[in-house]
């Protein structure tokens, strides 16, 4: 079993930033990649970003690039998500997630190939 526990939401002005961290324990050396998605009221979860654990690939959806961070510090378990540039539109509760089994291509764009996921931190950007 791995545990996520996210933390750094908040409010924010549009334009402002938000860093996000997601803190792992349990089964750690399981892990194959962890990620973001978020889930806005009333839509279906989304993919943000993913990051391979060991490595360096980086994965993006279309809506955060060049605004968005992914990045991981390995000693300490935890995965981080740089969000600058923010939009009303990227409020949402923004959920970590972990796999592990391999992924590759369009796998790493699908919550269906995760395994673990945390509780969410809500993001809520003004206009």
């Known amino acids: 079993q791995v545990q996520l526990v996210e933390s750094g939401g908040g409010l924010v002005q549009a334009g402002g930033s938000l860093r996000l961290s997601c803190a792992a324990s349990g089964r750690t050396f399981s892990m194959n990649g962890m990620g973001w998605f978020r889930q806005a009221p009333g839509k279906e979860r989304e993919f943000v970003a993913a990051?391979?654990?060991?490595?360096?690939?980086?994965y993006y959806a279309d809506s955060v690039k060049g605004r968005f961070t992914i990045s991981r510090d390995n000693a300490k378990n935890t995965v981080y998500l740089q969000m600058n540039s923010l939009k009303p539109e990227d409020t949402a509760v923004y959920y970590c997630?972990?796999?592990?089994?391999?992924?590759?291509?369009?796998?790493?764009?699908?919550?269906?190939?995760?395994?673990?996921w945390g509780q969410g931190t809500q993001v809520t950007v003004s206009s």
């Open positions: 997630t972990a796999a592990t089994a391999p992924l590759y291509g369009s796998r790493w764009y699908s919550l269906n190939d995760y395994d673990y």
């Open positions: 990051i391979r654990w060991n490595g360096y690939s980086t």
